[in-house]
C-alpha cells in the first residue's frame, strides 16, 4: 500500500471524520487519496485556522482533532494554532509534509526544520524517515496526545516517504503506553482537611471538563456544600445558574468569586494551574489557607505557596476517590454557606441597558435568551472574550470555547467553525471584536463553502479595545496603534463571501438580529456597534499596590 494511502487508513480506522486542512506540493498525494477516503477534509484559508478548527472541533466533540498542512509556509502557519492547543490542553494530531528525505537540511524549496519547530508547543514529535515506521508514529501519536494531560503530537512525513510503498500487515500496530504515574497516599490527610475546613471553596478547570469529571465535580460541591470558581478554562463545568456557582476569578472575574476565595481557609483546586491571569497578589488568599490540589501534571503543583496536598492524578479518578473517602460527609459551616450566599445574592452590576451607543453588557444580555444547552459559544481574545466570561449563562461542559493561556487573536471564527463540524446539529455562535476578526476573516469562505454556518456576534468597537483599555488606565491615555481607522463594512464583506449581514446601531436591534441570524440556516455575521469608551470591569491592575477597578459592580 501507498504510504499517503496507508496513512488516511491509519486513521480512518480511529474513527477520525473530519479534518482539517491546506494543501501544497509534497502532500498531493495525500490529498489525491483523499478524494477516495471517508474522512472529509474542510479546506481552510489559512494554515494558523486549520490548526484552531481542529482545536474548537476536539474542544466540542472530546475527540482528537486532526490538521495537515504542506512543508515549510505551510507547517509554519500551523505553528500558532498548535501553541494555542498546546498551552489549553487539546488532543491535537498535526500532519505535517516534508521535504524528500534525499535534500533534506539543503535547503531545498519550502523545506523548514518543523519536527524542531514544533518541539517546545507539542508533547511529542515524529519525522518518518523510513515509511515503514509510520504506524508506529500514528499509534504512538494517537496514544499520547489523549494520555495524561492532553495535548498536540506532531508527525513531520517527507514526500519520498508518502509516495514509497509500505507493507499492509504493518498497518494494525497497536502502541501500549506506559502508565501515567499517579499518587494519591495522602487522600486521607486531604479528607481531614475538608472536614476541618470552615470556609473551602473548590477551584476548577479545564482539566475537570477534559477529563469528563464535571458532574463529580458537582456531586462533591453538593455533597459538601462548597462554592465553586471557575477560571476561563473551566466554565460549563457547572451551571452557571446553580446556586454553589460563584463564576470566573481572575483578572476580569466576579468580586463575588474575588472575596470568597480571598476568604477561604481550604481550596480544592482541580484540574486547573493557578495561572498568573487567576492567581495573583489581588486574588490569593491568607498565608493560612491550605490547598488541595489534583492533577495530572506534576508541573502544575505548588505554584501557589502555601501549604498543600497534591493527588497526582487525573480530575476524575481524584473526585471520585474524595467523594467515596468522604462517604456521608455533610458540612458544618453554617456561617460560611451565608456569607457565600450573601456575596452571590450582592454580586450585581448597574446598567442603563438602553442607552447608545450599545454597551457589550447589553449584547450579552440578550444572548443569554437564546442561550439553550445545545448552543455552543466560543470567542476571540480581548475584552469581547471577557464579556463573554464575565455575563454568558453557560449551561454544561464543552459549551463554551476560549483561547485561555497563549490568548490568541483570531482563535473565535475558525474555532467556531470547527464546532461546528464536530456537531453539526448544534448551532454555534463566536463572539469576536473587530481586531480578531480581521484576522481571520478569509475563513468566512470556508464557513459558506463547506456548509459549517455559525453566527458571528461583532462587538465593534473601532479600536484593539483591551489594549486601549490598559493604555486608558495605566499609560495615561496615551492611544499608540491600537485605533483601527481603515474597518472595513463587515456587513458587505460577510455578503461578498455569501454569508448574511446584519448591522445594529441601537439596543432595541439586539435580540431580533439575533433571532433572525440563528434562524436563517447561513452563516451570518451581526456587525453590533458598542461604546468604544466601555472597559471591561472589574479590572484587577497589574501593579498590586493599586485598588481594584470595580466600574459598574456595586459590590
Given at each position: 500500500?501507498?504510504?499517503?494511502?496507508?496513512?488516511?487508513?491509519?486513521?480512518?480506522?480511529?474513527?477520525?471524520?473530519?479534518?482539517?486542512?491546506?494543501?501544497?506540493?509534497?502532500?498531493?498525494?495525500?490529498?489525491?487519496?483523499?478524494?477516495?477516503?471517508?474522512?472529509?477534509?474542510?479546506?481552510?484559508?489559512h494554515e494558523q485556522c486549520a490548526a484552531h478548527m481542529a482545536d474548537g472541533y476536539a474542544r466540542a466533540s472530546g475527540k482528537v482533532g486532526v490538521c495537515l498542512a504542506t512543508s515549510g509556509p505551510g507547517a509554519t502557519n500551523l505553528v500558532t494554532g498548535?501553541?494555542?492547543?498546546?498551552?489549553?490542553?487539546?488532543?491535537?494530531?498535526?500532519?505535517?509534509?516534508?521535504?524528500?528525505?534525499?535534500?533534506?537540511?539543503?535547503?531545498?524549496?519550502?523545506?523548514?526544520?518543523?519536527?524542531?519547530?514544533?518541539?517546545?508547543?507539542?508533547?511529542?514529535?515524529?519525522?518518518?524517515?523510513?515509511?515503514?515506521?509510520?504506524?508506529?508514529?500514528?499509534?504512538?501519536?494517537?496514544?499520547?496526545?489523549?494520555?495524561?494531560?492532553?495535548?498536540?503530537?506532531?508527525?513531520?512525513?517527507?514526500?519520498?516517504?508518502?509516495?514509497?510503498?509500505?507493507?499492509?500487515?504493518?498497518?494494525?500496530?497497536?502502541?501500549?503506553?506506559?502508565?501515567?504515574?499517579?499518587?494519591?497516599?495522602?487522600?486521607?490527610?486531604?479528607?481531614?482537611?475538608?472536614?476541618?475546613?470552615?470556609?473551602?471553596?473548590?477551584?476548577?478547570?479545564?482539566?475537570?471538563?477534559?477529563?469528563?469529571?464535571?458532574?463529580?465535580?458537582?456531586?462533591?460541591?453538593?455533597?459538601?456544600?462548597?462554592?465553586?470558581?471557575?477560571?476561563?478554562?473551566?466554565?460549563?463545568a457547572i451551571p452557571s445558574e446553580h446556586p454553589l456557582c460563584m463564576g470566573s476569578l481572575g483578572m476580569h472575574g466576579r468580586m463575588c468569586a474575588l472575596n470568597i476565595f480571598k476568604n477561604a481557609d481550604l481550596v480544592i483546586a482541580i484540574g486547573t494551574?493557578?495561572?498568573?491571569?487567576?492567581?495573583?497578589?489581588?486574588?490569593?488568599?491568607?498565608?493560612?489557607?491550605?490547598?488541595?490540589?489534583?492533577?495530572?501534571?506534576?508541573?502544575?503543583?505548588?505554584?501557589?505557596?502555601?501549604?498543600?496536598?497534591?493527588?497526582?492524578?487525573?480530575?476524575?479518578?481524584?473526585?471520585?476517590?474524595?467523594?467515596?473517602?468522604?462517604?456521608?460527609?455533610?458540612?458544618?459551616?453554617?456561617?460560611?454557606?451565608?456569607?457565600?450566599?450573601?456575596?452571590?445574592?450582592?454580586?450585581?452590576?448597574?446598567?442603563?441597558?438602553?442607552?447608545?451607543?450599545?454597551?457589550?453588557?447589553?449584547v450579552m444580555h440578550e444572548l443569554n435568551k437564546f442561550l439553550d444547552k445545545d448552543i455552543i459559544v466560543t470567542t476571540d481574545v480581548g475584552q469581547n472574550q471577557m464579556w463573554a466570561m464575565h455575563y454568558l449563562d453557560i449551561h454544561r461542559p464543552r459549551?463554551?470555547?476560549?483561547?485561555?493561556?497563549?490568548?490568541?487573536?483570531?482563535?473565535?471564527?475558525?474555532?467556531?467553525?470547527?464546532?461546528?463540524?464536530?456537531?453539526?446539529?448544534?448551532?454555534?455562535?463566536?463572539?469576536?471584536?473587530?481586531?480578531?476578526?480581521?484576522?481571520?476573516?478569509?475563513?468566512?469562505?470556508?464557513?459558506?463553502?463547506?456548509?459549517?454556518?455559525?453566527?458571528?456576534?461583532?462587538?465593534?468597537?473601532?479600536?484593539?479595545?483591551?489594549?486601549?483599555?490598559?493604555?486608558?488606565?495605566?499609560?495615561?491615555?496615551?492611544?499608540?496603534?491600537?485605533?483601527?481607522?481603515?474597518?472595513?463594512?463587515?456587513?458587505?464583506?460577510?455578503?461578498?463571501?455569501?454569508?448574511?449581514?446584519?448591522?445594529?446601531?441601537?439596543?432595541?436591534?439586539?435580540?431580533?438580529?439575533?433571532?433572525?441570524?440563528?434562524?436563517?440556516?447561513?452563516?451570518?455575521?451581526?456587525?453590533?456597534?458598542?461604546?468604544?469608551?466601555?472597559?471591561?470591569?472589574?479590572?484587577?491592575?497589574?501593579?498590586?499596590?493599586?485598588?481594584?477597578?470595580?466600574?459598574?459592580?456595586?459590590?
Amino acid at each position: 500500500m501507498k504510504g499517503s494511502r496507508a496513512l488516511l487508513k491509519m486513521l480512518e480506522d480511529r474513527d477520525v471524520e473530519t479534518m482539517f486542512g491546506y494543501p501544497g506540493g509534497v502532500v498531493i498525494p495525500i490529498y489525491d487519496e483523499i478524494i477516495d477516503s471517508s474522512i472529509r477534509h474542510v479546506l481552510v484559508r489559512h494554515e494558523q485556522c486549520a490548526a484552531h478548527m481542529a482545536d474548537g472541533y476536539a474542544r466540542a466533540s472530546g475527540k482528537v482533532g486532526v490538521c495537515l498542512a504542506t512543508s515549510g509556509p505551510g507547517a509554519t502557519n500551523l505553528v500558532t494554532g498548535i501553541g494555542t492547543a498546546y498551552a489549553d490542553s487539546t488532543p491535537m494530531l498535526a500532519l505535517t509534509g516534508q521535504v524528500g528525505t534525499g535534500v533534506l537540511g539543503m535547503g531545498a524549496f519550502q523545506e523548514v526544520d518543523a519536527y524542531s519547530l514544533m518541539m517546545p508547543i507539542t508533547k511529542h514529535n515524529f519525522r518518518v524517515l523510513d515509511i515503514n515506521r509510520l504506524p508506529h508514529a500514528v499509534a504512538e501519536a494517537w496514544e499520547i496526545c489523549q494520555t495524561g494531560r492532553p495535548g498536540p503530537v506532531h508527525i513531520d512525513i517527507p514526500v519520498d516517504q508518502v509516495n514509497a510503498n509500505i507493507d499492509e500487515t504493518l498497518l494494525n500496530e497497536i502502541y501500549h503506553i506506559k502508565p501515567i504515574p499517579t499518587d494519591t497516599t495522602k487522600l486521607n490527610l486531604a479528607v481531614k482537611w475538608i472536614k476541618e475546613a470552615n470556609r473551602p471553596v473548590l477551584l476548577i478547570g479545564g482539566g475537570v471538563i477534559g477529563s469528563n469529571a464535571s458532574s463529580d465535580v458537582q456531586k462533591l460541591a453538593e455533597m459538601c456544600n462548597i462554592p465553586v470558581i471557575t477560571p476561563l478554562m473551566g466554565i460549563g463545568a457547572i451551571p452557571s445558574e446553580h446556586p454553589l456557582c460563584m463564576g470566573s476569578l481572575g483578572m476580569h472575574g466576579r468580586m463575588c468569586a474575588l472575596n470568597i476565595f480571598k476568604n477561604a481557609d481550604l481550596v480544592i483546586a482541580i484540574g486547573t494551574k493557578f495561572s498568573d491571569r487567576t492567581y495573583s497578589a489581588h486574588t490569593a488568599p491568607s498565608d493560612r489557607c491550605k490547598v488541595i490540589q489534583i492533577d495530572i501534571d506534576a508541573t502544575e503543583f505548588n505554584k501557589h505557596h502555601r501549604e498543600s496536598i497534591n493527588l497526582l492524578c487525573d480530575a476524575k479518578k481524584g473526585t471520585k476517590m474524595l467523594i467515596d473517602a468522604l462517604g456521608g460527609y455533610k458540612d458544618n459551616h453554617i456561617m460560611w454557606d451565608n456569607t457565600v450566599k450573601e456575596a452571590k445574592t450582592k454580586c450585581s452590576c448597574d446598567f442603563n441597558y438602553g442607552v447608545t451607543p450599545i454597551i457589550p453588557q447589553k449584547v450579552m444580555h440578550e444572548l443569554n435568551k437564546f442561550l439553550d444547552k445545545d448552543i455552543i459559544v466560543t470567542t476571540d481574545v480581548g475584552q469581547n472574550q471577557m464579556w463573554a466570561m464575565h455575563y454568558l449563562d453557560i449551561h454544561r461542559p464543552r459549551q463554551f470555547i476560549s483561547s485561555g493561556s497563549f490568548g490568541t487573536m483570531g482563535f473565535g471564527l475558525p474555532s467556531a467553525i470547527g464546532a461546528k463540524a464536530a456537531k453539526p446539529d448544534s448551532k454555534v455562535v463566536t463572539i469576536t471584536g473587530d481586531g480578531g476578526l480581521l484576522m481571520v476573516l478569509q475563513e468566512l469562505a470556508t464557513s459558506v463553502a463547506e456548509d459549517l454556518p455559525v453566527v458571528i456576534c461583532l462587538l465593534n468597537n473601532g479600536w484593539l479595545g483591551m489594549v486601549k483599555q490598559w493604555q486608558k488606565l495605566f499609560w495615561d491615555k496615551r492611544y499608540s496603534q491600537t485605533h483601527l481607522n481603515a474597518d472595513p463594512d463587515f456587513v458587505k464583506v460577510a455578503e461578498a463571501f455569501g454569508a448574511k449581514g446584519i448591522r445594529v446601531e441601537k439596543p432595541e436591534e439586539i435580540q431580533d438580529a439575533f433571532k433572525e441570524a440563528f434562524d436563517c440556516g447561513k452563516t451570518c455575521l451581526i456587525d453590533i456597534m458598542v461604546d468604544c469608551e466601555e472597559d471591561i470591569t472589574p479590572m484587577l491592575p497589574p501593579n498590586p499596590t493599586l485598588p481594584i477597578i470595580k466600574g459598574h459592580c456595586k459590590y
